[in-house]
């Protein structure tokens, strides 16, 4: 992201990632773009880290954690009674001059690791139709799975819209998404397959049991996003019950390691959401040959997006050696929503 300037990322953070999602990001991002300060002050974030996803991070962080200051009056995740007549920059800049150098330790330290549960609403279908084809079980190899909660998927309940309950109907985190154009199987969806493996792999593992990484990754939730929130603290209570493995460091460099200690007698699938973008050119390139060698030794399946394009999520195969690509569709960010161009 950082090959735009900087001014230009909040400009696009505003136009494509905060309309019709968050206003008070929105109107905070197109004010940024014009202020020299605020910009200079994003320049103590790391290379590879969404800028303004962390500066809001850093400061919603700060917030939460008691840092009383009149800018927590415009913020849903902080008062029931937001402030919405008032313009908030003014009021975010105030904050910002008086936190800089902890801000500025947020930046340099910490990394947008936003564990949005509800993107498992369009990996739920992709897993029971890759179950569906190969009738084996999966074992699940997860890149850049920050505290793991993706790994979980089978554990969750899902609606669509239809009055249909897919997944665990007793699960503690239930999950509520659209598919905006094309058609789910109901059949292919009636049962989570079973899972064999699963292991999630990351440069920083958020670790669920320590407060702080918890208060982290809910910084990095949007303010006006409650359901958001209410997802993400009852997915933390889930994984407390049963958490899969973690690994901490390279996921691409670690990836054919990892996927020696899969057994055969499962399907591999690898998978990533919204992390390519954090990638350099090289490093997807890399990602994309890794998987090519593994699927000339076994059956492979690999699910991202962010590599080709921005919003689509694809599926590739590798099937006895034989190369399959295919595109799901356009996704929602935080999950609301996805197409389904897949056909049954």
């Not at 049962?191 to 064999?196: A, D, G, M």
Request: charged share 25%; aromatic share 10%; proline share 6%.
């Amino acid at each position: 992201m950082k090959t735009l300037p900087i001014a230009d990322l909040f400009k696009d953070f505003a136009t494509n990632e905060c309309e019709g999602s968050s206003e008070l990001y929105k109107q905070l991002s197109l004010h940024i773009a014009e202020d020299e300060k605020i910009l200079q002050l994003c320049r103590h974030t790391r290379e590879s880290q969404p800028v303004p996803n962390l500066l809001f991070g850093a400061v919603h962080y700060l917030l939460l954690k008691g840092n009383h200051h009149e800018l927590e009056t415009f913020y849903p995740s902080l008062t029931k009674s937001p402030d919405l007549t008032q313009n908030p920059f003014p009021f975010f800049q105030s904050f910002c001059k008086e936190n800089r150098e902890a801000i500025i330790t947020i930046l340099e330290t910490k990394r947008v690791q936003t564990n949005e549960v509800r993107r498992c609403a369009y990996l739920y279908p992709v897993f029971c139709t890759i179950h569906e084809q190969t009738k084996k079980p999966l074992s699940l190899i997860e890149i850049g799975t920050s505290a793991g909660l993706q790994l979980l998927w089978d554990k969750y309940s899902y609606s669509y819209g239809d009055h249909e309950i897919y997944g665990n109907p007793s699960s503690l985190v239930q999950l509520h998404s659209k598919v905006r154009r094309g058609t789910l199987s109901p059949e292919v969806m009636k049962s989570p397959p079973p899972v064999e493996k699963r292991i999630g792999v990351d440069l920083h593992v958020s670790d669920l049991t320590k407060e702080e990484d918890v208060q982290w990754l809910k910084a990095l939730i949007w303010p006006e996003h409650e359901e958001r929130r209410r997802n993400f603290e009852t997915a933390v209570r889930q994984f407390r019950t049963s958490p899969p493995t973690m690994m901490e460091g390279d996921g691409v460099a670690l990836l054919p390691r990892v996927a020696e200690d899969i057994p055969h007698n499962s399907t591999l699938c690898i998978y990533h959401t919204h992390v390519a973008n954090q990638m350099p050119e090289n490093v997807k390139e890399d990602l994309l040959q890794k998987v090519e060698e593994i699927g000339q030794g076994r059956d492979v399946f690999h699910i991202y997006n962010n590599i080709h394009d921005r919003r689509k999520l694809h599926v590739d195969s590798y099937l006895k050696g034989s190369f399959k690509t295919q595109t799901i569709g356009e996704t929602d960010g935080h999950g609301r929503w996805f197409d389904w161009e897949l056909q049954n």
